[in-house]
């Protein structure tokens, strides 16, 4: 059953809808888990989709993210604006403000944002903007704004999550290690797993971390990155074997500046959608002990999100 886009909106043709009905993980996520990766979508009768997007998606409410959060053991979520929503964060402050302090997010910002845009959003649970460079997915900002936009955020204390993929590295990296703040790099800058693990281009990857205590990477979307699979679906507990060897060494390389979220919906998928509850069993496949577990889903989004639950215990 096909899930509805409500408002005067129409589905991208093709578009995968979200996983319905996910089954339970049997892999047990520490108690205080984050879902540090997860969006919402509209829905679009009440927060409308931006003229600007490139996708027009099925609804995905703040409910139905909360249910899945319960449904597969996490105490909360960082929710990252969504770029169908463009710089209208509605659906994401409204979504946080339902969320009884459970969740936190990661906002999109133009130049022209308020000092006092920025405080409201700050007190509803903002912690970060998103800088997009995935070109399929946004239009090019000049650097000079982003880079206006990451001084004016740092005094509150907020991070930049980064998304772009492993091929523009080179290019972007005068700009990444200028950034003022905690960098978070989604999905492990999108690296190609067909390429050897110790080749040149994950290898910079992995020198860009090293080389600069202030970046962060989510070790997220398999399903993106998987080749050869198998997929997260039907009972498939080992699934995408080809990208746990790029995430396990993020994970080994970098225990205490590594996330894990789960990408729900899962924007613009093409092959499939995953079932989430078989996405949480890939995480003992990356964080192979319990102490590497508390670490990624438990400590390093604490210590970024809430650290004034750390402070208090």
């Known amino acids: 059953m096909s899930k509805p886009t409500t408002g005067d909106f129409t589905k991208t043709p093709g578009w995968l809808d979200w996983y319905t009905g996910p089954s339970k993980p049997r892999f047990q996520v520490p108690p205080g ?6 969006h919402v979508f509209g829905p679009g009768a ?4 931006a003229p600007e997007r490139k996708y027009t998606p099925c609804d995905a409410s703040w409910q139905q993210l909360f249910q899945l959060r319960d449904h597969l053991g996490f105490d909360r979520n960082v929710i990252v604006q969504a770029t169908c929503h ?3 964060n509605r659906a994401l402050v409204n979504a946080l403000k339902r969320s009884d302090g459970k969740a936190r997010g990661v906002a999109t910002v133009r130049r022209s944002v308020t000092d006092r845009e920025l405080q409201e959003m700050n007190a509803a649970g903002v912690r970060g903007v998103r800088f997009n460079f995935v070109k ?6 000049p650097k000079d704004e ?3 936009i990451a001084g004016r955020i740092a005094p509150l204390g907020w991070h930049v999550v980064i998304y772009f993929e492993a091929v523009d590295l080179p290019e972007l990296w005068d700009f990444f290690t200028a950034l003022p703040t905690t960098v978070v790099v989604d999905h492990m800058g999108r690296p190609d797993v067909s390429k050897p693990i110790d080749g040149p281009e994950f290898g910079l990857f ?7 205590p202030n970046v962060w990477s989510k070790v997220s979307c398999p399903e ?3 080749v050869s699979g198998p997929r997260a679906l039907d009972g498939e507990r080992n699934a995408y074997r080809d990208v746990v060897p ?8 970098f225990p205490d500046r590594v996330l894990w979220g789960t990408d729900w919906p899962h924007p613009n998928l093409k092959d499939h959608m995953p079932d989430d509850g078989l996405l949480v069993d890939f995480i003992p496949h990356i964080a192979t002990t319990p102490e590497l577990q508390r670490k990624l889903l438990v400590d390093n989004p604490t210590r970024l999100y809430w650290p004034e639950l750390k402070q208090g215990g």
């Open 33 to 38: 888990s984050v879902d540090a990766h997860c």
């Open 46 to 49: 009440e927060f409308p989709y």
């Open 86 to 88: 463009g710089a209208d």
């Open 136 to 141: 399929r997915l946004v239009d090019f900002t």
């Open 146 to 148: 982003l880079m206006e």
């Open 206 to 212: 992995l020198k860009f971390m090293r080389e600069h």
């Open 224 to 226: 993106r990155l998987s």
């Open 246 to 253: 790029f995430a396990r060494k993020v994970v080994e390389t």
